[in-house]
């Protein structure tokens, strides 16, 4: 199933069910996705949207919703904490799996040793990572495993 589809589908048993924080945030991303067709001039059918533009559009979203999680602990506001918290686990089940640590430290180690990179070359490694490990490696764990192997 396409993640156009169980956005869509989402909505549909929120709303049958009630469930009104499933609701509140699926008719989020949902509307999201409605305004990129806007932006880009396509077709308004959201079904048609690739699982590729759905997950960037969900990563932006998730990375807004992380930054107001961090403001609503600075502020201490549970409510409104267990809300976003909410929202980001939602969000998090439609992006693809993300390697985990140890892997990415490999990856990266690896491709350093092999091309004798230095800390200047910074960039040609995140743009490896980028080109080959797309929505497998969370790139900010990258950027930061990178920094490190240099600061040694």
Not at 33 to 53: A, G, Q, Y
């Amino acid at each position: 199933m396409s993640l156009a589809k169980k956005i869509s589908d989402d909505v549909k048993i929120a709303l049958k069910g009630g469930d009104k924080k499933k609701l509140s945030i699926a008719r989020y991303v949902y509307s999201e996705l409605k305004n990129f067709l806007i932006k880009e001039n396509l077709d308004r059918d959201v079904l048609k949207l690739s699982d590729e533009n759905i997950i960037k559009i969900v990563k932006t979203q998730l990375k807004q919703k992380k930054e107001s999680l961090d403001f609503a602990t600075k502020a201490k506001d549970q409510i409104r904490i267990e809300d976003l918290e909410f929202d980001i686990n939602y969000l998090n089940d439609f992006l693809p799996k993300m390697m985990n640590e140890k892997n990415t430290i490999d990856i990266i180690s690896n491709h350093i040793k092999e091309n004798n990179f230095e800390n200047k070359d910074f960039g040609k490694i995140m743009g490896f990572l980028k080109q080959n490990y797309n929505n497998k490696i969370d790139m900010n764990l990258a950027s930061k495993i990178i920094k490190n192997i240099f600061k040694e």
